[in-house]
């Protein structure tokens, strides 16, 4: 019987602290407990490179980038990413459990915001690099909450009704400025 799998993701930037988290003895072994026999880590451009092939009872494998990593999503048991929003999406719209790992090295670091609000929502668990290995020791995939995308016609069909008008010369732009009941009368 094949055991489970963990595709790792640093999206298109580098984020070694993440690959070497990933692959410490002690993630490794915490990953097996918990059943996963297979970890497929894309690297970026990273300059640690990860070992490759069984350790600790687990498969590794590594690539650095590709054109498209849904297969690797679509594949995966499990979702080990760096906090940036376009990975973190792409793991919760193919309906993956998922740990947001956040890169605290980074100024003015978005990643936290991200993660700590679709973990608050119940979407995903977070965690730092450092805290990696603890997380998954403690994984438990039955508190979370499916992950339901977001209308977007709807917001395309309210952007319609607003911009439209303008566009037709019958509302001016300055009114979508105004605070509801104002007005633009001259004095």
Do not use: W
Not at 37 to 44: A, F, H, R
Not at 55 to 71: I, T, Y
Not at 85 to 108: D, H
């Amino acid at each position: 019987m094949a055991g489970l799998s963990v595709f790792v993701t640093v999206g298109t930037t580098h984020f070694d602290a993440l690959i070497q988290a990933v692959v410490d003895e002690g993630t490794l072994e915490a990953l097996q407990h918990k059943g996963y026999s297979k970890v497929t880590l894309q690297i970026g451009h990273g300059k640690f490179t990860p070992p490759e092939g069984q350790h600790q009872g687990v498969a590794l494998s590594h690539f650095r980038l590709k054109p498209s990593v849904a297969e690797d999503f679509a594949a995966a048991d499990l979702v080990v990413s760096h906090a940036g929003a376009g990975s973190c999406l792409e793991a919760l719209q193919a309906g993956k459990p998922l740990v947001a790992v956040v890169n605290n090295t980074l100024m003015n670091n978005h990643q936290i915001e991200l993660a700590e609000e679709l973990a608050n929502n119940g979407y995903c668990f977070f965690c730092y690099p450092e805290t990696l290995q603890e997380t998954i020791a403690k994984l438990d995939l039955s508190q979370l909450k499916l992950y339901s995308p977001g209308q977007p016609r709807l917001l395309a069909e309210y952007l319609d009704s607003v911009i439209k008008p303008v566009c037709m010369g019958r509302v001016s732009p300055m009114t979508l400025l105004l605070p509801s009941g104002a007005s633009l009368q001259r004095r």
